[in-house]
């Protein structure tokens, strides 16, 4: 039968007797995207709104056809006229932007800003 332990008695520590041979040499590298639109007309927030990806320009100027599918592994962010937004307002996937109907307005000439970050793991020598 085994032993009862109280409260007060520690556990035993496990001894691994069989350490890797070798660290591996692992980096974590962020990959980051950002993606402009500039609202053509006011947006109103008293309805779902939706924008569609091609509207945006990369970083480098460039129309995009798609935003990234970041995963678990990263995070978006949302900026309207250079403010974060909270994440509860918004959803992204990768044809559009949707902004849920939280009411107010959004003027024409407004900056949108969308900020993804993705990590990966690098193995190295």
Not at 1 to 12: N, Y
Not at 30 to 51: G, M
């Amino acid at each position: 039968m085994p032993k009862k332990r109280s409260k007060h008695t520690k556990p035993e520590k496990k001894i691994i007797h069989n350490p890797p041979s070798k660290p591996r040499n692992l980096r974590i590298k962020p990959t980051i995207k950002r993606f402009f639109y500039v609202l053509k007309q006011d947006l109103d927030l008293s309805i779902y709104q939706t924008i569609f990806a091609h509207n945006f320009i990369d970083d480098h100027g460039n129309h995009i056809s798609n935003f990234p599918n970041i995963g678990e592994n990263g995070y978006i962010n949302l900026f309207i006229n250079g403010l974060m937004q909270e994440g509860d307002v918004y959803s992204l996937n990768v044809h559009s932007l949707c902004i849920k109907n939280i009411g107010g307005r959004i003027f024409s000439g407004t900056p949108i800003i969308i900020e993804c970050v993705e990590f990966r793991i690098f193995e190295f020598n």
